[in-house]
């Protein structure tokens, strides 16, 4: 009973952190098509911008993919 509710709870949790993901990533790539049609006079103000928007997106995707992969291992387990 407890080995499928671990497995199930990890692939929720995969599930969520895969959500916020797409959700920061989709942000990241508007913010580069913006930086890439209209080109500031200042350049540094949208790389820090695309940074601080790309951290999350990699957080949250190496969270979720750290999850589905556990939830396999204890499958395996």
Do not use: C
Request: proline letters at 8%.
């Amino acid at each position: 009973m407890v080995k499928p509710t671990r497995i199930l709870w990890n692939q929720f949790i995969g599930f969520i952190f895969m959500v916020f993901a797409i959700f920061f990533g989709f942000k990241t790539v508007r913010l580069m098509i913006e930086y890439a049609k209209h080109p500031p006079s200042d350049p540094t103000m949208p790389v820090v911008n695309i940074s601080i928007a790309a951290i999350p997106t990699l957080a949250a995707a190496w969270f979720a993919l750290t999850s589905f992969l556990r939830a396999r291992r204890i499958a395996r387990s």
